[in-house]
């Protein structure tokens, strides 16, 4: 059986059990978190969530790139979410990586530079900043007031905001 079979058939068993309100797009809190895409960050979980209450973004690294800026002004201009919550972590495969190494290596193994930038980091509290200012900064984004960032610990569950 394959890993996508596992999860068809946990979803057939699951059946209507998740609660939450499904009537609309709009999340009903009018906030978008926007996290990494790590296997160990439950965002539904961490935050209490139920369905229909927060739009949820992840990506490699929870960063903020031009995709994710694409899907906050839908989110924002489009589904009426007003607040923006960053959430990267400890130990994230992205601070194990260089920009030129994986590029290098994903050239010599394609032959094609990715345009793309991987946004690798060393320190996580700064790489929250940064992406924090982004969605500041963004002029496709009308609500930037209320964007807050937090890093969040893989062993314990902590999360730390960074200011």
Known sequence: MTSIDVLLKRNQELGDATPGDRSSAKPSLQVA??????????VFEVFGLLQGEAHVLRNAGGVVTD????????????????????????????STVTEDD???????????????????????ENSV??????????AYLPHTDNVRGFVYDVKTGKLTEVK
């Open 129 to 138: 900043r940064t992406s924090v200012e982004r969605v500041r900064r963004s």
């Open 102 to 124: 994986f590029k290098d290596e994903l050239e010599e193994a394609t032959g094609l530079r990715p345009t793309w930038a991987v946004e690798a980091f060393r320190n996580v």
């Open 33 to 42: 978190i926007l996290t990494c895409m790590d296997a160990r960050i439950r």
């Open 67 to 94: 995709d994710m800026i694409r899907s906050l002004a839908l989110s924002q201009r489009k589904l009426g979410t007003r607040e923006v919550l960053v959430v990267q972590h400890t130990e994230c495969g992205l």
